[in-house]
């Protein structure tokens, strides 16, 4: 029997769950409507449609309420009793993240392997979880309209925080925390990477000791953006207050945080390895499990693969961005299982705007000095119309991603029907003529008002990503550009160091590639990096999360109007816009909607994977069987 009409046997039987349905659906490349066919061959089939919008964003009933009220944007769950285990005793955790960590400060990070190392330390007030809800972590409750925490109208939001709760090194944590994060991360001298989620904010009030109030400056659909999830992580007060603003780089913090998390951090090699040890006053009763945990960073994808599913050296694999069949041949060798779930990042080109080669005050790609050739949209829709998404999807990802023409794609109601990828050599060549583009040396490459179309690609090294460029480069080059192509180490492409010139901020290149995606179901803050407000530059640290140096006043008004959105119709339609301008005006080329790949050794327990959050949202909760 093979593995689809295995899968269909067991939906039928009733013995696989909803989530482990669309997990070995999605492992399998199966469309979603052949998922959907699955969940109604179990009975499952009117609760979820595996690729649609998560009930996060569709209000239960079409009242007015509904349709305006911010609730219906986050559904909440009750966190559930679990019985208390014994703290520690578990041994040591082995994590390898081909990607090394680099700094363990959340809002000065710009690389998700950043993110995940400050996790294992640090917390936020909720996080999505694997079925899209809220579930409360340092905050005592999700609020609501019915507790009376939750302004109908989104114009604020009151949280309340737990009260048992303290730093590694002993002080209480309290509302004053929630309030100096805010501050910390809005003063415009500290550059930090996350502000974008905060700009919402008016004003955040200490009602007393355990409750904040968090003032928005219009009605906000995405009230639960600030203090949630990787960019919600909240820094001490008393230890961060004198390194806010300009100082901010500076602290001893960033390399050996305190937190309030179930491990803290002993030694940290940027670049290498982050090793922790149990906090033993965690607030959690009964956990974490492990006495100790080690982020091995550095290596590549393939090698940490092996580690986990081969040899069983290792108890966790990252973004196993491998090729399919290396996959699954190194799992039947038994020492760990692939953790496969619908994930939310799409590997995508981004397109400069900014000339990469000239130098202003220091700097190159400033926003102020336009790209010699790659301004001409003719010259953009070229490039899109010669690359090969469905070769690179299907020889390089396999059930790993799908090929796709949007930027944005989940929650799937986003993306916009009406989009299409197309690979047509002959067509991009008469858009180059079109712009005036010639070959006048006859060499071969084109040549734009006097300048060669000469291009640097750029992306961090991994064989999956070096394969795309050569394929990428080779349909290229067959239009009239010339195309170098460069590799980095992912620990310095994913810096957030400002000194570096080789970060993917900086994009001191013409094209550069990586995945990314939103981290919550309401999206606004991945959309944001659209937002000429948001151009990474010199005087930010490039910390901006336009990186592409795009400024279109049409997109700006639409993400102005998205962030005060509260009927969800109107969201998806103008989420749909995002998507729209975004590929048509060839911002950022998309080639394929990753699946979430990981790999844990198979006597491994408690990992919850969830969409919209770190691999090790839940690290407390792991065990070994």
Known sequence: MDELARLRAQAAAGQLTRREILKRGAALGLTAPAIAALLAACGR?????????????????RTPAAQASPTAAAPQ???TAQPAAQRGGGGTLRLLWWQAPTIINPHLAQG??????????LEALAYFDAEDKLVPRLAEEIPSVEKGTLDPQGRWVIWKLRKNVKWHDGQPFTAKDVKFTWEYVTDEKTTATTIASYRSIESVEIVDDYTVKVNFKQPNPAWFEPFVGDFGLILPEHILRDYKGEKARNAPFNLKPIGTGPYKVVD??????????????????????????????????????RAVLQTGEADWAWNLQVEAQVLLQLEKAGQGKLVIGPGANTERIMVNFADPNTEKDGARAEPDVPHPFLTNKNIRQAIALAIRRDVIAEQLYGPAGQVTANNLNAPARFKHPDLKWEFDLEKAAKLLDEAGAVDSNGDGVREYNGK???????????????????IVKAELEKIGFKVELKSIDASVFFSSDPGNPDT?????????????????PFPLNWARRYHSQEVARKANNWAGANITRYQNPEMDKVLDQLASELDPDKQTELFRQVNWISVTDVVEIPLVHRNEVSAAAKNLTGYVTSTWASDVWNIADWRRE
């Open 112 to 121: 998700t392997k950043d993110f995940d190392a400050s996790n294992i330390v």
């Open 504 to 520: 993917y901020g900086h994009f001191y290149a013409d094209l550069e590639m990586y995945t990314n995606g939103p981290t919550n």
């Open 77 to 79: 769950a009750s966190p």
């Open 268 to 305: 940290f090699r940027p670049g290498d390895v982050v090793v922790y040890e149990i906090n033993q006053d965690y607030w959690q009763e009964g956990k974490p499990y492990f006495d100790r945990v080690e982020m091995k960073g550095g290596g590549d994808a393939t090698s940490a693969a």
């Open 452 to 470: 060669p179309l000469s291009i640097l690609y750029q992306t961090s090294i991994n064989s999956i990503r070096q394969r795309t460029q050569e």
């Open 45 to 61: 089939g009117e609760q979820v449609t595996p690729t649609a919008a998560p009930a996060a964003q569709t209000p239960a009933a």
